[in-house]
């Protein structure tokens, strides 16, 4: 059986390069009442191009089926990180306040 090599494609020009690039790419936010669905459907199309590594997080394994799972039933052309950055990015910016009124954990 013959090794895969797994390689990661840095931004051309290195790091600090990719880092000039985003800062100077101001986020667009959806209007304030658009819809948890809407803000999804926006941050998508916001992270889809966007090649930085950023942070490591953990999911557990059945959430990570979960969303391998509608990424392999969509009919776009979605990858992984750009899903989850949406998700999570739409989650919080819906409940925020919730977050906020409600410290018990």
Same mark, same amino acid.
């Given at each position: 059986?013959? /090794?895969? /090599? +797994?390689?990661?494609? @840095?931004?051309?020009?290195?790091?600090?390069?990719?880092? /000039?690039?985003?800062?100077?790419?101001?986020?667009?936010?959806?209007?304030?009442?658009?819809?948890? =669905?809407?803000? +999804?459907?926006?941050?998508?199309?916001?992270?889809?191009?966007?090649?930085? %590594?950023?942070?490591?997080? =953990?999911?557990?394994?059945?959430? $990570?089926?979960?969303?391998?799972?509608? $990424?392999?039933?969509?009919?776009? /052309?979605?990858?992984?990180?750009? @899903?989850?950055?949406?998700?999570?990015?739409?989650?919080? $910016? #819906? %409940?925020? #306040?919730?977050?906020?009124?409600?410290?018990?954990?």
């Amino acid at each position: 059986m013959e /090794k895969k /090599k +797994f390689s990661i494609e @840095l931004p051309k020009g290195g790091m600090s390069n990719l880092v /000039k690039q985003t800062a100077s790419t101001p986020r667009q936010e959806p209007s304030t009442d658009a819809t948890e =669905w809407q803000r +999804f459907t926006h941050y998508l199309c916001e992270f889809k191009n966007v090649s930085e %590594h950023g942070e490591c997080v =953990w999911l557990f394994k059945d959430v $990570k089926r979960e969303v391998e799972r509608i $990424k392999f039933e969509s009919d776009v /052309k979605l990858n992984i990180r750009q @899903l989850v950055n949406a998700i999570v990015l739409a989650f919080i $910016k #819906e %409940h925020r #306040e919730d977050f906020m009124n409600n410290p018990s954990g």
